[in-house]
């Protein structure tokens, strides 16, 4: 796996102009080699690296760099050789480990990127949480066992991104996040898959998925999939701390929040109208305004003091009822998992990989929310659901840009395995055998549309209603989302309403989040 750093420009509400600082983890490439490439500045900037810079340089070493900045623990070892005179100084010695620690989760390479190495490849965004970074606890875990690239980065004044951090202010968060998905889709061509976000990135990511990518988008800007781990609902909760606000708060006027983040000490201070401003983010009114075109998988650890496993049933509960499409939202619960998992990383990690590949054999069968996109992007005849590969290389890899493929003919347009019957061909049952829509699945569609003539037509959820219903309010049978089969049609007052066996089937099949 190649990882490389990445400095995003972004002007922020107030004017200033930042950098976001995040990595580009690239599963097909092969590490950096360094003897390919000038050094960045970054490896010789600090005298106590000269081991790394060592090792860096060592022709022995230079296959097996994808271990110089993924493995902190083996510092130590790698320093006991480098110096005779500090041996015997332990506490310089254990100085040094610490700041080569420190260096090695900073020191990835800037290279440019060639987009010939990311158009039309799915992309993962790893989000952290509350006073944390791009590699905290289980992310670079994750990024090595996603079976798509990933970008990991920190949030403003969070590791390495400057800025003016707030407790309260989670827009900022959203923004940044904005910024990262212009980034991604516009300079490297990417196609944004899933966003998975910890904690505080949980909160991030279900509100940019909730005013940022609703349905009402074009299909291929639709995000099909979020993993919220360890996602507070109950906002209220936070006042739990008030005794040690309060106290901070008459004698100072704030509370001095002190934390070790990626080894260095920090001293933060948290004002009376934060803890309020946080307190208040409208976190029921996010769920119900979440995309019903995406899957959902809530992870939670049992043994969480932080936040309560309450909260990932309140986010069940919206997320599995009537308004949303059966089966889009999945619950894990990982038994005596604290806050950060500690001590359970491999489980997160497969859990998130093994959901995964339940979606995309659910896209297969033409089921899941990737597989719904592809449908209302492409139209339904063009439509394949065995598509769903990270396609790398030949005719397999994603065309993100529509507009160029729109341009072009229909003929030239076409992917290898569109269906193309000859001119004047009827349906799939008229052509010859072994043709291309004469497929098992395009037989099955065929025969659907054979015996439900009023069903309405999958593409029409490309352009929903206009009227939307109020999230606060309780969501009856005339609000299911436009396109879904229980749907009426506002716009046709005579619309035949759905038969009831078709209601009783959906309700019959409805799945809930288990706990």
Known sequence: MR???????????????????????????????????????????????APIE??????????????????????SSRSQTTSMNLDDDADTMQRLRNKDQAFKRRGYPI?????????????????????????????KQLAR?????????????????????????????VEDLVAVVDYLRTKLEYTVEIVIGHSRGGLDGFAWF??????????????????????RFNMANIHERDPAYLSAFAKEGFFRWQARVAGQDKELHVYPEQVEQFAAWPTREIALAFPYNTDVL??????????????????GNILSGVHRRPGSCSIKLIDHAD?????????????????????????????????????????????????????????????????????????????????????????????PPGHASDSPYARYLSAA???????????????????????????????WPAGHPLARSRSSPSSTPPPASVAGTASRTRTKAHL
């Open 210 to 231: 909730a005013k940022h990518c609703p349905d009402a988008l074009p299909p291929s800007l639709r995000v099909p999939f979020f993993v919220g781990l360890s996602a």
């Open 298 to 315: 809530l992870i939670h650890g049992t043994a969480d003091k932080s936040v309560p496993a309450s909260d990932v049933a309140s986010y």
């Open 111 to 139: 290279y440019p990127i060639d987009k010939r190495d990311t158009r039309g490849l799915k992309i993962a965004i790893i989000l952290h949480g509350v006073l944390a970074h791009k590699d905290q606890i289980y992310h």
């Open 54 to 75: 060592r090792e860096r340089l060592h022709p022995a070493h230079a296959q097996h760099r994808s271990d110089i900045s993924n493995d902190p623990s083996s510092s």
């Open 449 to 479: 549309v054979a015996t439900a003539p009023s069903a309405p037509d999958v593409r029409s959820r490309a352009q929903p209603d206009v009227e939307q219903t109020d999230a606060s309010e309780e969501i009856g049978i005339d609000a």
């Open 339 to 431: 806050h950060l998992f500690r001590g359970f990383y491999p489980q997160v990690v497969e859990a998130i990989v093994e959901w995964l590949r339940e979606r995309s054999e659910l896209t297969k069968m033409g089921l899941s929310a990737a597989a719904i996109r592809d449908r209302d992007t492409l139209g339904l005849a063009r439509f394949n659901p065995t598509h769903l590969q990270q396609g790398r290389s030949g005719p397999q890899m994603w065309d993100n840009n529509l507009a160029a493929g729109n341009a072009r003919g229909p003929a030239q347009a076409a992917p290898p395995w569109m269906d193309t019957p000859a001119a004047g061909a009827g349906v799939a049952g008229q052509l």
């Open 3 to 49: 990882e490389t750093k990445l400095h995003i420009p972004m002007t922020t509400a107030t004017g200033e102009t930042i950098g976001i600082v995040g990595i580009l983890a690239q599963i097909a490439l092969p590490p950096h080699n360094p003897q390919e490439h000038e050094p960045h500045p970054m490896y010789t900037s600090r005298s106590t690296t």
């Open 145 to 173: 066992a996603l079976p798509v690239d990933s970008f990991r980065f920190d949030f403003r004044a969070n590791g390495e991104t400057p800025g003016t951090w707030s407790m309260g202010n989670l827009a900022d968060d």
